[in-house]
């Protein structure tokens, strides 16, 4: 009973696989690694998003706190309140308004909108790409 069997596999052409298909396995195999890494991006920058958003929290509350403080709003008002003794003494007046200025504050807010807004772009540059990527895999 062996033996036919063994006479039954040895006859028995195996099947030659398509053209190619060494090529598409590797390209699937490429992609998926890509879809993986863009994953792992979008992770990276969902996390850095929630902690720059986090942060703009206290920036703000910083720079309002800083205007308070710095009796900038009070130099600023003078601008609509008395606008011609401002106008006759507009240097003085602007130097008065950027003494008090706020600078660190205003830094560190601006530098906490610029990471939210380039975290932003990231996020949704690797959204894009991973609609993509499987789009592409499934294609």
């Known amino acids: 009973m ?13 099947p030659e696989p398509p053209a ?3 090529a598409k396995i590797m390209e699937r195999i ?5 879809l993986l890494t863009l994953k792992r991006r979008l992770a990276i920058f969902s ?5 720059a958003i986090i942060l703009f929290i206290p920036a703000l509350k910083g720079v309002m706190a800083g205007f308070a403080e710095s009796g900038f709003t009070q130099y600023f008002s003078l601008l609509f309140s008395d606008a011609e003794i401002v106008l006759a003494y507009w240097q003085n007046y602007a130097l008065s308004l950027l003494e008090t200025l706020p600078v660190v504050s205003l830094i560190l807010l601006l530098a906490t909108v610029l990471a939210i807004l380039e975290l932003l772009k990231l996020l949704v540059k690797d959204l894009k790409n991973i609609f993509i990527s499987k789009q592409l895999i499934h294609n």
């Open 47 to 51: 996390a850095g998003l929630i902690g």
């Open 30 to 34: 490429n992609q998926e690694k890509r």
């Open 2 to 14: 062996t033996k036919d069997w063994e006479k039954l596999f040895t006859y028995y052409n195996a």
């Open 20 to 22: 190619g298909l060494l």
